[in-house]
């Protein structure tokens, strides 16, 4: 079993930049696919980014399409959501994920873990 732990919220302003960092333990790295998703207060979690278990393939949704990028550093056992020109309505708690399917699933139900999320604030 894989343990995800999330680290490099907080808070920025409007057009600013964040980098996310998921830490995983306890399992084989480079097996799993991983992904982002996010939850903002009184919405449902929704999927953000997913990334390969090589990491050669990317897919993102589209409102962060552009502003997002996804990538994995599989020496270190961590992925990373670096975030650019960041809008208040990116204000959510942020999910790191992991699958032993070839994919992460948008559909939240069948990821097979999850990190304890890392919250991000922007302000207008």
């Known amino acids: 079993q894989v343990q995800l732990v999330e680290s490099g919220g907080g808070l920025v302003q409007a057009g600013g930049s964040l980098r996310l960092s998921c830490a995983a333990s306890?399992?084989?790295?480079?097996?799993?696919?991983m992904g982002w998703f996010r939850q903002a207060p009184g919405k449902d979690r929704e999927f953000i980014a997913r990334?390969?278990?090589?990491?050669?393939?990317?897919y993102y949704t589209d409102s962060v399409k552009g502003r997002f990028t996804i990538s994995r550093d599989n020496a270190k056992n961590t992925i990373y959501l670096q975030m650019n020109s960041l809008k208040p309505e990116d204000t959510a708690v942020y999910y790191c994920?992991?699958?032993?399917?070839?994919?992460?699933?948008?559909?939240?139900?069948?990821?097979?873990?999850w990190g304890q999320g890392t919250q991000v604030t922007v302000s207008s």
């Open positions: 994920a992991a699958d032993r399917a070839s994919y992460v699933s948008a559909d939240k139900r069948r990821v097979d873990y």
């Open positions: 306890g399992g084989t790295f480079s097996s799993y696919a």
């Open positions: 990334i390969s278990r090589s990491g050669d393939t990317t």
